[in-house]
């Protein structure tokens, strides 16, 4: 699977961005679909997911309520949409997908989330 990030940019505080994430294979719609964001300084850290049926959810605390993840199997892409962005949103965005929900989930002895495919991210910056 190859996973192409886009949708990032310069947005102000309280705005909304919608991130998409376009993916090649064969193995997409059989996938569970994330989201990660790493901020300059800082671990990479989970954002969102989705299972391969889009019928489970799960997201960080950081951002319950104000983000919404679904993908369309049919068009191979993921999306993220975000609300009500803050400051401390800013980072870097990475899709990632992987066969394993449970992968988004925990990290592994080394600190690192064993996902198999990662995007390349888009940067999402929010003005105060």
């Known amino acids: 699977v190859q996973l192409q990030a886009s949708g990032g940019g310069l947005v102000q505080a309280g705005g909304s961005l919608r991130l998409s994430c376009a993916a090649s294979?064969?193995?997409?719609?059989?996938?569970?679909l994330g989201w990660f964001r790493q901020a300059p300084g800082k671990e990479r850290e989970f954002v969102a997911v989705?299972?391969?049926?889009?019928?489970?959810?799960y997201y960080a605390d950081s951002l319950e309520g104000r983000a919404t993840i679904s993908r369309d199997n049919a068009k191979n892409t993921a999306y993220l949409q975000m609300n009500s962005l803050e400051p401390e949103d800013s980072a870097v965005y990475y899709c990632?997908?992987?066969?394993?929900?449970?992968?988004?989930?925990?990290?592994?002895?080394?600190?690192?989330?064993?996902?198999?495919?990662w995007g390349k991210g888009t940067q999402v910056t929010v003005s105060s």
């Open positions: 990632a997908a992987d066969a394993n929900y449970s992968h988004f989930l925990k990290t592994n002895d080394r600190g690192a989330y064993d996902i198999d495919y």
């Open positions: 294979g064969r193995t997409f719609s059989s996938s569970s």
């Open positions: 989705i299972n391969w049926l889009g019928g489970n959810t």
